[in-house]
């Protein structure tokens, strides 16, 4: 019984100070969400390999898990898969492809905010599991105005947002296909 009760502080110290060593940016490993935030981009491209169930669950669940205002959790999600009410969505959407449209109600002053978090968080998972995703908006007009039966669109609700998830070509550099980003300089300002 004293041994387990003498190895338990020297297990602590040992975790501390991993935890205190890992306190930069140098600790980030190849596969953190930092990693895959600072890696991520809107895919252009894609292949007609579809989208598994397992994958589209672990997504759905993580834009479920999205932080919101008063965690009111204002959204609903509505997979299309349907190839000709995908094209109807989203001009150049390949077989194979899922969209998830982003529903919020009509009321509330944080709705758009919380269904991006919610968006942010899906995107995120679904490059996490090595596949493109990218957001539209564009086309919401559209779908609030003519295919809210057809895509179920709950009375009193609207869509937010557009989520195009499938396979990309594993060949693709990220860094070459994505738009240039602002600079740090250009977008942090430092008030001391």
Known sequence: MKKKHFLLPILAIAIVAVMASCQTSECVSEDSAIDLILKSYSARTYTSEPVSLDDLEVILKCGIKAPSAGNRQ???????????VMQQMVGNVVDGN???????????????YDCGLATGNMTLAAQGLGLGARIYFGSLPTINSTMRETLQIPDEW???AVLRVGHIEKDVDATTVASPRNSYEDVVTFLR
Do not use: M, Q, Y
């Open 158 to 160: 609207r869509a937010v």
């Open 98 to 112: 899922v969209l998830i449209l982003v529903c919020g109600p009509e009321e509330g002053s944080t709705v758009d």
């Open 74 to 84: 204002p959204w609903k999600f509505t997979v299309v898969s349907e190839f000709s």
